[in-house]
């Protein structure tokens, strides 16, 4: 490849803030990048650009800055100093410039919080921000100041760090709004820098040496990637002293303009020549393990971490972070996030490899982490002082204030649950870690070295080292991805069968013709399931993807135990209690036919009062009985009777259907008619008198004092009803029946009543008969009214 190394010469005025952070304000020019990379086989690496430019640092030390300047491409960027065990207590922020629109952000934040140490024991170790992913990028401008502006507050060595992963990457969706200019106003004596000349110059030489007249002005700003640093202005002293030496840098690789989507997989990682020799496969997990996508798929440059892994002997536990701070990325960018999580973590942190043992995106992607095997024991660098015994898992996104998705919280569940049970570990317990170094958390807990303390199995950063990390929203999920971890490793729990469709429930059994659906519900999410089996007579007779809560059957006739069998991703199953369900085609049978009779209440010509009776009965179980004419109505299955009302004078058909809980029915229908014989129809003795009034059926009645005055209907029929007015001063009368004395029937009533029928009688069949009815002459109240007879035939 060719190196190459571009030198800006910045020129401007520079300005303060209202802060006290010095900025540059000007206008910068430089090439692109010659754009020689051709995409490569899918199995390639891709080689990422890392490219360096020191910070210049005010005088006093409480500020430092980059002007605003065009550059290489980037997408991910951070800023690093000497010392690893140096922190910024102020603020980091960078802007940058959209290589898509030209546009610019606003300030965007960098975390300070990571502890350069995380990788202890190593040198070139640096001090570092968390990285932030920005997108397709061609300018930026950051500043930093130390909090409250406290003098030689900054750490030394301050440096811009901008990596372009490689690839072809998309702009982001949201950051930001767009960058707003400081304010104009600003004490010019008290600038730190000298101004330079509004101007940029780009030079370009093609050897790692600038030639003799091209070496960069003392204190001027280099850009350049890979090779050796250039020498930085000189810095400010900071309180912290500067233990370490910068990481030696190799020659940067060409940039690979690469595309293809990785698709995870579950197959051993594929092996690349800078990798380990294989290994024995890890032991194996109470957990599934999920797709992971390997740092072949991703196309991890291996030349970037040339040592071996260091293996632990077991993973007792797993710290869940949040990383490149911005959750408007596409996934589509995935693994080029995670190719510039690499690239920084090894040549602007100085660590050996990819901090991290996994890392998800929002999508719920899991990417292999650190090289050494995803199913070995592999330690990573990502919490200071428990590394050991712990594996790291990333989530990219910021998660502050914002939760991280489902898709990306049940892919943390999974990995964790696979990775605890390869070593019997559980997720929703909890463990003892041994401190590897002195610290603290974000909840005060002081960490004393060599000693134990307790962690959650799945633990967020912040148990461990005082962080933010993984964000208050992240951090708040933790209990749930605990369950869902748990619910991986373990069995499908609450499974239950819900429904059976086709069939109709009597008690605890249900009953059908044949065909049946079998529903049923779990408390396990659908994602930790196999699949599912339904079960008839303890054999399968249908099977369907866990994702699936229902499956039909056909059954023969006979009782049938019918149950669900769910199988867990872990290889365990549950079955479901049983539900008993019965197969028969036998109809119901109405052991008493439906039969009308005639009833006691108020008579109208369009509303006379009767009884319709039936009795039915199934083999199996009934379930109920419905009227379908003259009118709809529902009854269940121990109702024998209803009350209703007919028209006089039309035969109307009463139909009944039976249903049994399996579905079969019988059908049967009684005709019945109503007809009113007035009194002027019956055969009267002794003396009557008539009566008229709209509150008579027909506008008149017969009225009687007289003892033994009688009238007699004549009839055929198979129920009849006396109709009568009635009062307090109402007397009474006998009733014959076919010639015989049938009732005694007194018609005093303390409320007035008219069309009464006040006495019923009933035959079996239908026949000729004669009712007949005698006035008592009752003692103070002899009279009676009589509104006719009704006959039911």
Not at 297 to 323: C, G, I, M, N, Q
Not at 558 to 563: D, W
Request: with cysteine; hydrophobic share 30%; aromatic share 6%.
């Amino acid at each position: 490849m060719r190196s190459q190394r571009r030198i800006w010469t910045t020129a401007a005025v520079a300005t303060a803030a209202v802060t006290g952070v010095l900025v540059f304000q000007g206008v910068t020019g430089g090439s692109a990048p010659d754009g020689d990379g051709k995409a490569e086989a899918k199995s390639a690496p891709v080689e990422a650009d890392v490219y360096r430019t020191p910070l210049r640092t005010s005088e006093d030390g409480s500020s430092a800055s980059l002007p605003q300047r065009s550059t290489e491409p980037f997408s991910l960027l951070g800023v690093t100093w000497t010392d690893p065990a140096a922190q910024v207590t102020g603020r980091v922020e960078a802007r940058t410039r959209s290589a898509a629109t030209g546009e610019w952000t606003g300030w965007l934040p960098l975390d300070t919080e990571i502890d350069g140490r995380t990788e202890a024991g190593r040198p070139g170790v640096r001090g570092t921000t968390e990285p932030r992913w920005v997108g397709p990028s061609n300018g930026v401008e950051v500043r930093v100041s130390a909090e409250n502006g406290v003098k030689a507050g900054l750490p030394a060595g301050l440096r811009l760090d901008t990596v372009d992963p490689g690839g072809t990457t998309t702009s982001l969706t949201a950051e930001p709004a767009a960058y707003t200019a400081e304010p104009a106003a600003f004490d010019a004596e008290s600038a730190a820098f000298t101004a330079r000349p509004a101007a940029f110059a780009v030079e370009e030489t093609p050897s790692d040496e600038p030639s003799p007249s091209e070496e960069t002005p003392s204190g001027e700003v280099t850009e350049e990637p890979g090779g050796e640093e250039t020498d930085e202005p000189s810095p400010t002293p900071t309180p912290t002293p500067t233990t370490a030496s910068p990481s030696p840098t190799p020659p940067s690789p060409t940039p690979s303009r690469t595309t293809p989507t990785p698709k995870p997989t579950t197959d051993t990682p594929k092996p690349t020549p800078s990798t380990t020799p294989p290994l024995p496969p890890g032991p194996p997990s109470t957990a599934p393990r999920p797709p992971i996508v390997s740092r072949a798929d991703w196309k991890a440059d291996e030349s970037l971490s040339k040592e071996s892994p260091d293996y632990l002997d077991r993973v007792k536990a797993v710290f869940v972070h949040h990383t490149a701070q911005t959750n408007s990325y596409s996934c589509a960018d995935s693994a080029a996030i995670v190719r510039g999580l690499h690239t920084y973590h090894v040549k602007s942190n100085g660590w050996k490899d990819l901090g991290y043992n996994f890392v998800v995106d929002k999508c719920g992607t899991i990417f292999e982490g650190r090289k050494g095997g995803a199913d070995r024991a592999v330690m990573g660098a990502h919490t200071y002082g428990f590394n050991r015994d712990t594996a790291g898992i990333a989530v990219i996104g910021m998660h502050t204030d914002t939760k991280a998705a489902s898709a990306a919280t049940t892919s943390v569940a999974r990995i964790a649950a696979w990775k605890l049970g390869q070593y019997k570990g559980n997720p929703a317990g909890t463990v003892n870690l041994t401190a590897g170094a002195a610290g603290g958390n974000f909840f005060g807990t002081k960490f004393a070295a060599g000693k134990e303390y307790p962690f959650p199995q799945i633990s967020g950063h912040r148990d461990g080292f005082n962080t933010q990390c993984p964000g208050g929203s992240l951090y708040g999920q933790l209990p749930a991805i605990r369950s869902l971890a748990d619910a991986v490793a373990g069995s499908v729990t609450g499974l239950t069968i819900s429904s059976v469709t086709g069939a109709s429930a009597s008690g605890s059994t249900y009953y059908t013709k044949s065909n049946i659906t079998v529903g049923w519900k779990a408390a396990t999410p659908a994602s930790f399931v196999k699949s599912y089996e339904l079960l008839v007579g303890g054999k399968p007779v249908a099977t369907v993807k866990g994702n699936v809560t229902s499956a039909p059957a056909t059954l023969p006739l006979g009782r049938h135990s019918v149950q669900v069998r769910a199988t867990h991703q872990s290889g365990r199953t549950t079955t479901s209690a049983p539900a008993t369900v019965v197969a028969e085609k036998t109809p119901p049978t109405f052991t008493t036919k439906p039969a009308l009779t005639l009833r006691t209440g108020t008579v109208n010509k369009e509303a006379v009062p009767l009884t319709l009776k039936w009795k039915a009965t199934d083999s199996a179980a009934l379930k109920e009985v419905r009227l379908t004419a003259p009118v709809a109505r529902t009854y269940g299955p121990t109702t024998g009777s209803a009350s209703h009302t007919a028209r006089s004078g039309k035969a109307t058909a009463w139909k009944m259907t039976a249903y049994d809980h399996a579905g079969n029915t019988a059908a049967a229908t009684v005709t019945g008619s109503a007809v009113i014989l007035q009194e002027s129809a019956a055969k009267k003795t002794g003396k009557w008198t008539t009566k008229s009034s709209k509150s008579y059926l027909g506008g008149k009645s017969y009225s009687s004092s007289t003892k033994n005055a009688s009238l007699t209907w004549t009839f055929t029929g198979r129920s009849a009803s006396w109709v009568v007015s009635r009062a307090a001063t109402s007397g009474q009368a006998y009733v014959y029946v076919d010639g015989k004395k049938a009732a005694t029937v007194d018609l005093k009533s303390s409320a007035t009543k008219y069309r009464d029928a006040i006495w019923t009688k009933s035959w079996a069949s239908s026949g000729k008969h004669t009712v007949k009815i005698v006035v008592v002459g009752t003692k103070g109240r002899p009279a009676l009214t009589t509104d006719g007879l009704v006959y039911l035939r």
